[in-house]
Nanobody
C-alpha cells in the first residue's frame, strides 16, 4: 500500500526554522504531485506547497510564499519542506499528501494519499 510518513515537526520560536520530511513508499514522485497541507484546530485544511516533478513545477500558498521551500530527492522517495521565518500562525499539524498526475495541486480534495501528520508549534 501507499504510505506517507511525516517527520521533523516540533517546537520553534517565531523567526526560527524547521525542516519537515515525508518518506513515501508504494509510489514514485515522478508520477504524482507531492504536496504539503496544514490544519490548525477548528480551521480548514490549508494548502502550503506542492511539487510536480514531471512538470518541473513548485507551488506555494500565499501565506508561506517566500518563507517555505519544497524539495525532493526522487531516488529516496522523500519530499521536504524547509520552513523559515516561522510565525505563530504557522502552528498546525502538517500533512504530506500525493495526488495523481493531472490533479489540481492546491485543493485537498484532489489528493489521493495522506500521511498522519506532524505537529509544528511556533511560539511568539
Amino acid at each position: 500500500q501507499v504510505q506517507l510518513v511525516e517527520s521533523g515537526g516540533g517546537l520553534a520560536q517565531a523567526g526560527g526554522s524547521l525542516r519537515l520530511s515525508c518518506a513515501a513508499s508504494g509510489l514514485a514522485f515522478n508520477r504524482y504531485t507531492m504536496g504539503w497541507f496544514r490544519q490548525a484546530p477548528g480551521k480548514e485544511r490549508e494548502f502550503v506547497a506542492a511539487i510536480t516533478r514531471a512538470l518541473g513545477r513548485t507551488y506555494y500558498g500565499d501565506s508561506v510564499k517566500g518563507r517555505f521551500v519544497i524539495s525532493d530527492i526522487i531516488a529516496e522517495n522523500t519530499v521536504y519542506l524547509q520552513m523559515n521565518s516561522l510565525k505563530p500562525e504557522d502552528t498546525a499539524v502538517y500533512f504530506c499528501a500525493a495526488a495523481f498526475l493531472g490533479r489540481a495541486y492546491g485543493e485537498a480534495t484532489q489528493y489521493d494519499f495522506w500521511g498522519q501528520g506532524t505537529q509544528v508549534t511556533v511560539s511568539s
